[in-house]
């Protein structure tokens, strides 16, 4: 399906933490020619996300902060989205700081007018998810779609595990047989030993 001039592209966190900083995974670098494609050819708005911490409230006052190592500090390296996708940006499209949350509705609310939404980028079982979720609850008569080869988790398991949330939620998943089998299968990544957010 060929994205419209009323379709929203929704790029989730593709950050510097998030693929080769502190949580990043290889899963999110292999993803990123995918993401590149994808923005390259979508007709639509494009919007890009970006999760935002300030060191001093992220460790003091947020139950994230007491979770997931600190990453995506407003102004450093790590919060920056992917040098190879800020060059894409086109005219009119958009960055969108979230602050100390995984998903802010507000962006779903102002998002009027729309036939489709797309969704990609990371991670798929956290701010991925929540920003679907947010989406659907917003819109419950507009379709919404995970393109599933152009997403990653904080593990392959949690990946899938996240995908079969948004179909329950009707949400559509695209490319998911693409990405089944091998490091994906959730049984296959029950063995992972090693896990930077593995206390979510």
């Not at 510097?16 to 007709?43: C, M, Q, S, Y």
């Not at 969108?96 to 990609?120: H, Q």
């Not at 948004?166 to 992972?192: F, P, Q, T, Y």
Request: proline letters at 2%; hydrophobic letters at 35%.
């Amino acid at each position: 399906m060929k994205a419209k001039k009323n379709d929203i592209l929704i790029v989730v966190d593709m950050q510097n933490d998030f693929i080769t900083g502190v949580l990043g995974t290889k899963e999110a670098v292999d993803i990123l020619p995918r993401v590149r494609e994808k923005i390259k050819r979508w007709k639509g708005k494009v919007i890009f996300t970006r999760d935002t911490h300030q060191k001093e409230t992220y460790l003091k006052n947020s139950i994230e902060g007491t979770r997931i190592p600190l990453h995506c500090v407003k102004g450093s390296s790590g919060w920056e989205i992917e040098e190879s996708l800020t060059g894409l940006v086109k005219d009119g499209e958009t960055y969108l700081d979230k602050y100390d949350r995984f998903a802010d509705p507000m962006i779903a609310m102002k998002c009027t007018g729309i036939d489709r939404i797309e969704i990609v980028g990371v991670c798929t079982d956290i701010c991925v998810l929540a920003t679907a979720l947010s989406f659907r609850c917003a819109h419950p008569d507009i379709g919404i779609y995970v393109d599933a080869s152009c997403c990653a988790g904080t593990n392959p398991g949690k990946h899938r595990q996240a995908l079969e949330v948004m179909k329950s939620c009707c949400i559509n998943v695209l490319n998911d047989e693409r990405m089944r089998g091998g490091r994906n299968d959730i049984r296959a990544a029950e063995n992972v030993s090693e896990n930077k957010t593995e206390n979510i």
